[in-house]
């Protein structure tokens, strides 16, 4: 067998295990950013939430120390 032969056996066997081994990493970096912009979405708005309540609850008891 020739060196260029053996290359390019190796290359179809690599080439089929790298189609199945690419789509199992697209589908995985895919769901792991999606599911990490959904996070850090998540977590900004539940943020924002509660320093939002955390004012309005530090405004009412300012409210209610002055009267």
């Not at 032969?5 to 950013?33: D, G, P, Q």
Request: with cysteine.
């Amino acid at each position: 067998m020739l060196p260029g032969e053996a290359l390019t056996a190796t290359h179809s066997v690599l080439n089929k295990y790298n189609k199945r081994c690419l789509k199992i990493l697209f589908f995985f970096f895919f769901f792991f950013f999606f599911f990490f912009f959904f996070f850090v979405l998540l977590l900004n708005t539940l943020d924002n939430v509660w320093r939002q309540r955390s004012k309005c609850e530090s405004n009412r008891i300012f409210l209610i120390i002055k009267k």
